[in-house]
């Protein structure tokens, strides 16, 4: 018969010690396995942050591109105005260049943005818009003769230069401005002047273009600028169907002044059309009750192509039915009637 072992209280404390233990190891064991495995996936992690923010926006063939310039204190909505009406565009491709840093902090500390590119890799693009600050902030980028050197550098290539409010000291600080007549906010066309004698500021006007120079008024002026650099090379019609996809109703191209041109659009006076179109709205324009579509048709506004029967939005216009895809589109044409009647 086999005998039972007594286990001394001596040796029972031992063999409790000896358990602990070997539970404290297998504790320390776990512990140092979860943290090795949470160190893997947080550098994993680390490691996808800086692939995002090394890769850099592919340069689209066929599409004009739009290099705006960042720098620290930046104001916001003049740089960020300008972004949105050109990426709403389909020939435009927009990207950031800092004047070096690799996170940017807009004025107010508002936002942090990390840039596409900085001066030293920036690709060379058609045209550069140059932001404001306040006068001071300016003043320093001003200073940094790298930066001023690289704006002379990519505007003597470009197709077009625009300065959004008191952007417009950097373009003087560059010599850019000499023999120009411009605009820039308000509060400070009379430094402005001051530091660019050779230049003449003016006021009451949202841009102004002057050969390859486009200066405009402060801060959400850069808006009106940058859709008139879309009328000017894409046409009016694709300026206020950008217009109506960012809802902005505030813009008349009839604001601004071209130096040298008269304030038109192929040869046709910009308000002297906006009154022919308000006038014949009423009398040759009028709603169509909803009909079944014999063909496809194509909505002027914003090309879209309409299937069968699927169009609820209809207007009469000078003797021919147009449909519409929604009715912004409508509404859009019922403005601009004789713009998007024109065959041009």
């Not at 009028?286 to 069968?308: H, Q, R």
């Amino acid at each position: 018969m086999q005998q039972k072992k007594i286990v001394k209280p001596k040796e029972t404390i031992e063999l409790a010690s000896y358990q602990n233990i070997k539970n404290m190891i297998n504790l320390k064991i776990k512990i140092f396995s979860i943290l090795l495995l949470l160190g893997i996936t947080f550098c994993m992690g680390c490691k996808q942050n800086v692939k995002e923010q090394i890769a850099k926006p592919v340069m689209q063939n066929g599409k004009i591109k739009v290099a705006i310039l960042i720098y620290p204190g930046v104001e916001l909505l003049d740089f960020a105005g300008p972004s949105e009406v050109f990426s709403n565009s389909k020939y435009f491709q927009v990207y950031t260049v800092s004047t070096g840093s690799c996170k940017i902090n807009t004025k107010s500390n508002t936002l942090s943005i990390n840039p596409d590119f900085t001066i030293s890799n920036a690709p060379q693009p058609d045209i550069l818009v140059i932001p404001g600050a306040t006068m001071s902030t300016v003043g320093a980028v001003a200073s940094n003769h790298q930066v001023i050197s690289w704006i002379n550098k990519v505007s003597d290539k470009t197709k077009l230069t625009m300065s959004v409010c008191s952007g417009a000291g950097l373009l003087s600080k560059a010599g850019l401005l000499d023999g120009k007549t411009a605009t820039t906010h308000f509060g400070a066309i009379d430094t402005l002047q001051k530091l660019t004698p050779k230049a003449k500021f003016i006021g009451n006007v949202r841009f102004v273009e002057d050969g390859k120079i486009i200066t405009t008024a402060g801060v959400s002026a850069g808006i009106d600028g940058a859709l008139h650099v879309i009328e000017k090379l894409k046409g009016l019609k694709e300026a206020l169907f950008v217009t109506a996809v960012i809802e902005y109703d505030k813009w008349d191209p009839a604001d601004g002044k071209v130096i040298g041109a008269m304030e038109k659009h192929k040869g046709m006076d910009m308000s002297m059309m906006h009154q022919e179109s308000a006038a014949t709205s009423a009398g040759a324009m009028k709603s169509l009750t909803p009909k079944t579509i014999n063909e496809e048709e194509k909505d002027v506004v914003c090309g879209m192509t309409i299937p069968k029967g699927s169009s609820k939005y209809h207007l009469h216009y000078n003797g021919k039915d147009y449909h519409f895809c929604s009715a912004t589109c409508r509404n859009l044409f019922e403005k601009n009637a004789a713009v998007y009647a024109s065959k041009k």
